[in-house]
């Protein structure tokens, strides 16, 4: 880190290279940096970005002792991505989703000054950023019962952003990157990606296993089955959505049915189900498909599945449309035009 005060005196390996007076390649190649008693680096082990300070590399080429540097933390130490991730206790790869909040974006400083310089960031402004999140102590993430910080809408690709980035992140991770709450939020929708991407996967490459597609997406071990699980239950959806697709539109191509892209729910568990709503003036405000009872017309617009019951819906303007579960369109059209006609 760039400890209080010392910002002045923060080197690169070009400025180290011409403080002795040769070319950088020169330098390098010879790895002059790295000979015994030579300063340390005062950036992160890890960083891309070697940095020295001045005052320390000049006494050194001098010849005369190397001064130690302050080693209690201070309020202004600049922390370079690596330090200001293990301040929040998160990964570097998380830090990149994390530096852009306003909270700590107004406070970033390039260290050296100028083109090339690295981004740091005072630790106050990291210390507050971490106090201000969400979940706060054991467990991380939002309090039980509390509301999430961002929409609900947002929630699913602002997960998908930080799968890009790091795809081992964990749902703490989430959780207080995001201000949701830890369960079920970020643990669901963290499944449901994986899972989705899983799938995307599998349909690329039918041969895959879901773990060895699971392995190549580079997810943890105990992520698998869940995301297999999700896998499977996407391959499904995908699967039925063209025959109920291509039924809704001849629907709609013979005038009984309103233009929809159908949206499939999982109901009773395992069970796939999906609504079409009939134009104005119809005997029945729209159509239900269930993959356990086939079509059948429904007696709400607004909510025509209805609460599944683990039985076949039944009452006054329920009427199936033939015993197979998914005839062809021009056969459900000849048998919603039987039951309106019997209807009236």
Request: hydrophobic share 35%; no cysteine; proline share 8%.
């Amino acid at each position: 880190m760039i400890r209080s005060g010392r910002l002045k005196y923060v080197q690169t390996m070009p400025d180290l290279a011409a403080q002795m007076g040769m070319p950088f390649g020169t330098f390098r190649n010879k790895k002059l940096h790295t000979v015994e008693g030579h300063p340390a680096p005062i950036s992160s082990p890890s960083s891309r970005a070697l940095l020295w300070d001045a005052e320390q590399t000049k006494a050194f080429q001098a010849g005369k002792p190397v001064p130690a540097l302050p080693d209690t933390d201070d309020d202004e130490d600049l922390l370079d991505r690596h330090e200001a991730a293990a301040e929040l206790g998160i990964t570097p790869g998380s830090w990149n989703s994390v530096k852009n909040d306003p909270r700590l974006s107004k406070h970033v400083v390039m260290a050296p000054a100028g083109k090339g310089g690295t981004e740091h960031w005072p630790r106050r402004a990291v210390r507050a950023y971490k106090d201000s999140r969400p979940g706060r102590g054991a467990g991380g993430g939002r309090r039980v019962g509390s509301g999430d910080m961002i929409p609900r809408d947002q929630i699913l690709p602002r997960i998908t952003e930080l799968l890009d980035d790091n795809p081992a992140i964990t749902l703490t991770e989430v959780a207080d990157i995001l201000g949701v709450a830890k369960f079920p939020t970020a643990q669901a929708g963290l499944a449901q990606i994986r899972g989705r991407r899983v799938a995307d996967l599998l349909e690329a490459e039918p041969g895959l296993t879901p773990d060895e597609a699971a392995i190549r997406l580079g997810y943890p071990k105990v992520t698998h089955r869940g995301a297999a699980t999700i896998a499977e239950a996407e391959l499904h959806i995908r699967r039925t959505r063209p025959y109920l697709q291509k039924a809704a539109d001849a629907l709609t191509e013979a005038g009984l049915a309103d233009p929809v892209q159908v949206e499939v729910r999982r109901i009773g568990g395992d069970y796939l189900a999906a609504a079409v709503p009939l134009a104005a003036g119809q005997t029945w405000p729209a159509l239900v498909w269930d993959e356990r009872y086939g079509w059948r017309t429904a007696t709400s617009r607004r909510h025509p599945i209805g609460k599944d019951t683990g039985t076949a819906p039944e009452g006054e303007g329920i009427r199936y449309l033939g015993k197979g579960i998914r005839p062809e369109p021009a056969e459900l059209i000849k048998k919603l035009a039987s039951a309106i006609r019997k209807g009236r």
